[in-house]
């Protein structure tokens, strides 16, 4: 679009720039339509006062408040006058009919919401999200075949069909992708830790009793500087010695290359974590 082409869309029109200049008492002649000035007879002749003209027996309304005004034609003789649109919704109002007539015309329109939509869609933040609400709300896989979910997130943004997957079998390769890039992070923070790192081991059983070995890390945080927590592991351990705690144990140390960063490892009373340690 050339520079001529934008000052003509969004500058006013000579008629808009005459609404601006319009006075209160031009914005609210459609209520002084309705009304007259004092006269001979009245009861008060206040030059700023309005008489209702609709009023055929006395006393006759009469008001200098264009509001008060409108609120008795309307519960005294059912006549419904318009509030005028102000000059900040004017402007916008036409600044809008022109900019939206002109990419009609041009035969834009669809181009121009099509770039407005997407230019709020990030193909990786969604997947992020996404597997959030499965992971955490424990959801079905299968949810992403849903047509009420689609339905649910193009009602939401129209272009988002084309970021979001409809097959389940991708959902489980999402999830793992995003288990290791926040797997590196917590990695990338071990390793700069600024203090050593103490660990805590206990073996927990799950539901459908498999044995787990959790592992967690407290340390100190090079970049925020303050003490913080993370779940290193989760895994499967056949059983309770302190030799198949010590075989799940050491991969995952050596997986986060923290060995040499030890300082404690804290458990419970039981003797077979004396053997572990």
Excluded at 219 to 225: G, K, M, R
Aim: aromatic share 6%; charged share 25%.
């Amino acid at each position: 679009m050339e520079d001529s082409e934008a000052d003509s869309i969004f500058a006013p029109s000579t008629s808009f720039q005459g609404t601006l200049k319009q006075s209160k008492s031009q914005v609210s002649s459609t209520v002084w339509a309705h009304c007259r000035s004092a006269r001979d007879g009245d009861d008060d002749l206040d030059p700023k006062l309005k008489y209702c003209t609709h009023c055929t027996t006395s006393p006759v309304y009469c008001t200098n408040i264009s509001s008060n005004m409108r609120k008795h034609l309307k519960s005294r003789h059912k006549i419904d006058v318009e509030i005028p649109v102000g000059q900040v919704q004017a402007t916008t109002l036409q600044q809008l009919e022109q900019l939206y007539l002109r990419a009609t015309l041009s035969d834009q329109t669809e181009a121009i919401d099509a770039q407005v939509f997407q230019k709020h869609l990030d193909q990786n933040t969604i997947n992020e999200a996404l597997v959030s609400l499965i992971v955490v709300r424990n959801l079905p896989f299968r949810m992403v075949e849903w047509p009420e979910f689609h339905t649910f997130c193009q009602v939401l943004n129209p272009k988002s069909a084309s970021f979001i997957t409809t097959a389940h079998s991708q959902i489980g390769r999402k999830i793992r992708d995003a288990w290791q890039t926040h797997k590196d992070t917590v990695r990338k923070k071990l390793q700069s830790a600024l203090s050593s790192i103490h660990l805590s081991v206990d073996i927990w059983t799950s539901p459908n009793r498999l044995l787990l070995l959790a592992v967690t890390a407290d340390f100190v945080d090079c970049i925020e500087e303050r003490h913080v927590k993370a779940l290193l592991a989760l895994r499967t351990v056949e059983g309770h010695s302190g030799e198949e705690q010590f075989a799940v144990l050491l991969p995952v140390l050596q997986d986060y290359d923290i060995i040499k960063k030890l300082r404690t490892i804290i458990t419970d009373n039981s003797d077979i974590n004396n053997t572990l340690c």
